[in-house]
């Protein structure tokens, strides 16, 4: 089973409707962070947690929201989509600062 | 402001020859510079890091970085591709406040 599981892999949905990408680890570590990647712009955070009480806002926060249920999940919210959401988004973990990030395969949304 | 640069979108090589994709960084203080590699529908898996010490630094299937401080340079090399190394590749940097800052993305086509 891979460490970092994100669900789903795919999602295509309508402008305006509320859509929660899910992220669950089982890899033990604090902190975990949201991700968005477009072509030709690598990848732009959009929220991190240290800890299950720490939620911090990233580069491109606005739009988004997101909820840390335990250690082990955090979940990322678009309240009401619009086209220019749409990307790949990728949830990461890591042990510490000065430690490498690990990464789940991703969710490939597509806004109409 | 900390910063990654990737100059090249794109780097071909022949199989069997050496590569190099680089990567130049701007940082206060020390540098925590890393390597991801990108495979299609798959997420960033870690390559190598620097953090201190020696300035070559070695990683996973035989890449190594080099890190040179008077060029703020962490360029990525393998002394001989393979048609399997063809991926998207991302440098990345940990900034002041403990966040990764990561490059656009170069794609490394490797030729049979």
């Known amino acids: 089973d891979a460490d970092v599981t994100q669900t789903p892999r795919n999602r295509i949905t309508k402008t305006g409707k509320r859509i929660m990408l899910e992220c669950s680890q089982t890899?033990?570590?604090?902190?975990m962070y949201w991700y968005r990647q477009d072509p030709g712009l690598g990848l732009r955070l959009i929220y991190y947690?240290?800890?299950?009480?720490?939620?911090n806002k990233g580069e491109i926060s606005d739009g988004y929201s997101v909820s840390r249920q335990a250690q082990a999940k955090f979940s990322l919210s678009l309240e009401s989509a619009i086209p220019n959401q749409t990307a790949l988004y990728f949830c990461?973990?890591?042990?510490?600062?000065?430690?490498?990030?690990?990464f789940g395969d991703g969710t490939r949304l597509s806004i109409l | 402001a900390q910063s990654v640069a990737q100059p090249e979108d794109q780097v071909n090589v022949a199989e069997g020859n050496p590569l190099t994709v680089k990567c130049t960084y701007s940082?206060?203080?020390?540098?925590?510079l890393f390597w991801y590699v990108q495979y299609p529908n798959r997420g960033l898996q870690f390559l190598l890091k620097?953090?201190?010490?020696?300035?070559l630094v070695k990683g996973s299937y035989g890449f190594e970085a080099e890190f040179n401080k008077s060029q703020t340079s962490f360029h990525l090399k393998k002394p001989s591709a393979l048609v399997s190394d063809s991926a998207l590749y991302f440098c990345?940097?940990?900034?002041?406040?403990?966040?990764?800052?990561f490059g656009a993305g170069t794609r490394l086509f490797v030729k049979a």
């Open positions: 947690s240290f800890d299950v009480k720490d939620i």
């Open positions: 620097y953090i201190t010490g020696d300035n």
């Open positions: 990461a973990t890591s042990e510490s600062f000065n430690q490498p990030q690990h």
């Open positions: 940082v206060s203080g020390n540098p925590y």
């Open positions: 990345a940097v940990r900034d002041t406040s403990f966040k990764t800052i």
């Open positions: 890899k033990g570590h604090d902190r």
